[in-house]
């Protein structure tokens, strides 16, 4: 089947051919790229698609988030995402939640997206505020950061955990004056204590979320989303999803090495694993350190305002504190291929990452093009950004913190000198460094001209500039949604630009992103998106459009 899109504003990413008019597709690849008379004289047997001068790119890629699990728990998100902006609308919102969604017997209520760097005091929320919203229900609220979680008694009392019971490492447990529970969790805590024992939301729920999930992606023209920290259990249901024809995206798994679940790995993670019905594991994950929104992330020089149950001179706080323990993991990466990411936040993780990951390479004697990614690099230094050169390894920035958390990061957490560098885009590509941005879904909605908007003006939730000489421009951003994150993920062969033999994924805009003001990139709209010659996505459908308002989900349009 053949489809011509003609009479437009193609923007290729294509080096060697910039710039078209239109785009010949067949059986879901692209065969020629040219003027629109070029391309009339193929047009027989095609169907004919005129843009009207609406701008065409090649369909984002997503370079880490956590797609299947972005929309199975109810978001109570602040302003201007969503209208949790106090403890108190927390409660009332919950409430009001719960008696619309009554939890089914056996279950517990999970909500996602609070921001206590929004609240009054800056405070998390405790038990007690939860105990408002039931005693009769296990609750747990998951921070914004994803690294810290509150629970309510019902919780506690349940799992049977008291002020003495033993903290795993890289964990946090926040106790009282009277060195009672607070119902506070935080980095690996929150997950092996708590996360570790809740139920599992049933089948029919997570294709539900999915399904969901890809509704919200499509709408931001996203081709191809990514599964940044995968569990194996999961395996099967996203592959039911994709082969069944319910979701249409490409899906590229991660799976935590340092679990049982990288089983899944062997012999098929490698560089030329190939998608199969739209789903493709592609390596591994290795998390080092915590959250710069909580004040865990590892860093060389202490927080600007030491949270009140730290020590002076506190500087957060590592995953591992054995680094033989790391670098098993890396050399087992490189010795069975498997593409790695490693998640580092604070610098001094970023340290001890690089040590070991060079130590790796040198007992190893690995000289193969893994593509090793840097996950997040928040306060990555300019030293570091050499060293990465040097190493091969590719940053991938969660650029969006400048944003959300720019201004709790210039007041609270770092500090205006060391908040106005983080996440120094200008200087990997003063480097000529491919590197790619990312919003890491759930913590970040999906929307990619925010992510945009960020990256060339780099001003903060208030509107503050922030290190705008770390900013770049539109052409580089886009880059780094498109080419560079598909070669991130072993892809540039069939994604990533449009260009004959590549898979024709696309994204038609409202409003070209080159020549619109930086100041309203934020403002353009999708107009459709397309995956391997189909409409998946078109901003007329009435399931797809932003219209998401209430607590409980993502309204999408900032």
């Not at 909500?111 to 800056?122: C, I, Q, V």
């Not at 921070?143 to 903290?167: A, F, Q, R, Y």
């Not at 200008?426 to 790619?436: Q, V």
């Not at 991130?488 to 080159?514: A, H, T």
Request: hydrophobic share 35%.
């Amino acid at each position: 089947m053949k489809q011509l899109y003609y009479n437009g504003n193609i923007i290729t990413m294509n080096d060697a051919q910039p710039k078209a008019e239109a785009v010949l597709l067949e059986d879901g690849r692209i065969v020629a790229v040219g003027s629109t008379a070029e391309l009339m004289e193929q047009k027989e047997n095609a169907s004919l698609m005129d843009l009207d001068g609406a701008t065409v790119l090649p369909g984002f890629i997503d370079s880490h988030s956590h797609f299947s699990s972005s929309y199975i728990f109810p978001r109570f998100d602040p302003s201007p995402v969503g209208k949790t902006d106090s403890v108190k609308d927390l409660v009332e919102q919950a409430r009001v939640y719960l008696a619309e969604h009554p939890v089914k017997e056996g279950e517990w209520f999970i909500g996602m997206g609070y921001d206590h760097a929004l609240f009054e005091g800056k405070l998390h929320p405790t038990k007690e505020d939860l105990d408002q919203i039931s005693t009769e229900i296990p609750i747990v609220m998951i921070n914004t950061s994803g690294w810290m979680g509150v629970v309510n008694s019902k919780v506690i009392e349940d799992l049977g955990l008291t002020k003495d019971t033993p903290c795993p490492e890289g964990g946090i447990v926040y106790h009282n004056a009277d060195g009672e529970l607070t119902g506070q969790f935080g980095d690996i805590a929150i997950r092996d204590m708590i996360l570790n024992h809740m139920p599992m939301p049933s089948a029919e729920t997570m294709i539900e979320a999915i399904c969901r999930a890809e509704q919200m992606y499509i709408s931001k023209g996203y081709t191809t989303v990514m599964e940044g920290s995968f569990e194996a259990d999961m395996r099967p249901l996203v592959q039911l999803c994709t082969g069944a024809g319910l979701i249409s995206v490409d899906v590229i798994t991660y799976v935590r090495v340092a679990s049982e679940n990288k089983q899944v790995l062997q012999g098929i993670a490698t560089p030329e694993a190939q998608y199969r019905t739209h789903y493709k594991v592609a390596g591994a994950k290795v998390i080092l350190d915590g959250s710069p929104q909580i004040r865990t992330a590892w860093m060389t020089e202490p927080y600007y305002k030491v949270p009140p149950e730290e020590k002076p001179g506190y500087c957060g706080h590592h995953n591992f504190s054995d680094n033989n323990d790391i670098l098993k993991l890396f050399k087992e990466c490189m010795l069975n291929r498997w593409q790695l990411q490693m998640q580092c936040n604070g610098d001094a993780a970023i340290d001890q990452c690089l040590d070991v990951y060079e130590q790796a390479l040198k007992e190893t004697g690995i000289t193969e093009d893994l593509r090793p990614v840097l996950i997040h690099c928040q306060t990555i230094r300019e030293d570091q950004l050499d060293r990465m050169q040097k190493l091969g390894i590719m940053p991938s920035f969660f650029h969006d913190h400048v944003y959300y958390w720019g201004d709790w990061y210039r007041d609270v957490v770092f500090g205006p000198d060391r908040a106005s560098r983080i996440s120094p885009l200008a200087s990997a590509l003063k480097r000529g460094m491919c590197f790619t941005i990312h919003q890491d879904c759930p913590i970040g909605p999906p929307n990619v001209m925010l992510m945009l908007d960020t990256a060339v003006n780099r001003r903060t939730r208030s509107g503050k500039p922030l290190g705008q000489e770390y900013a770049i421009d539109i052409m580089d951003a886009l880059k780094a949604v498109t080419i560079h994150a598909a070669y991130q993920c072993f892809d540039e062969d069939v994604k990533g630009s449009l260009e004959p033999g590549k898979y024709g994924d696309m994204v038609i805009l409202s409003r070209n992103p080159l020549t619109t003001p930086k100041e309203e990139i934020r403002d353009i709209q999708v107009l459709a998106t397309i995956k391997e010659g189909k409409i998946i996505y078109q901003a007329d459908d009435v399931e797809c459009v932003d219209c998401i308002t209430e607590p409980g989900e993502f309204e999408t349009t900032l």
